[in-house]
């Protein structure tokens, strides 16, 4: 009766899921093996994917995501352990502080860094008041890799202090006792066992950083292509779905084997947020 009333209260998350996941997936699926042109199934709308340009801002997209990833892992996991070293709890103000950017929309914080940076922005007003060189960062792949770091490093640090507060203290003070130095604890007992809120961590801002395209465009100025740019442009200024649709599928295998990497090494989700 219990198992019966609990698949009845799953029902309506079947149908969202259904409506705004299945089967607008099935909708990209047939749009990417189809053309106007061609009865049947195809595979012309692939070739599109290895033009230049294509295959140019696919690499820039993967380039920068890592490289933002990157960032955010060393930003995060000292950051990380600073916080469960003060034994601060998950429901604590502090950790608040980071979850609270997660609730403003990105595109307002992307545009509050844009009006930093920009030529005549806040911080080279302020370089200018104090006599300084101006910072020309804005319409660069830097000021890409700043916007993304700033929007996806809370994903970053959650998984990562959610698992470490999970490690006992006593592994760690055995493994002192023992005569292991702190660089030693570190290497050989903190990082393993942490492994799967890095993994979390990775897989949480990589995925989001890879498929952006917003940050790009307002922190590039259009002036910088990612992957995600030139999909937004077959869907709403070229109108080719097909091709769009072909390029969307490329990135769901980024996608997918991202997932698989995570469940291989967080299979019980001991990195998740909560």
Known sequence: MKNNMRKWLAAPYSVWAAGFIII?????????????????LTLANFSYVLTKENLKALGLSLWLSLVSTVICLLL?????MILTSRNVSQTSFIVLIFILPMWMNSLLRTLAWQTLLEK?????SI??????PALNIINTSGAIVLGMVYNFLPFMVLPLYNILLKIDKDVINAARDLGA???QTFFRILLPLSMPGIV???TMVFIPALTTFVISDLLGGSKILLIGNVIEQEFKQ?????????LSMILMVFIV???FVMNKYDKEGEGTIF
Do not use: C, K, Q
């Open 181 to 183: 130095n702190s660089v």
């Open 120 to 124: 005549n922005g806040v911080i080279n």
């Open 76 to 80: 995060a996991y000292p950051l990380a």
């Open 200 to 202: 979390s961590g990775i």
């Open 24 to 40: 607008p997936l099935f909708v990209i699926l047939y749009y990417a093996f189809t053309t106007e042109d061609t009865a049947g």
């Open 127 to 132: 370089l200018s008041f104090l006599h300084l």
């Open 238 to 246: 070229t109108n080719n779905w097909n091709a769009g649709s072909a």
């Open 257 to 259: 084997l991202s997932m």
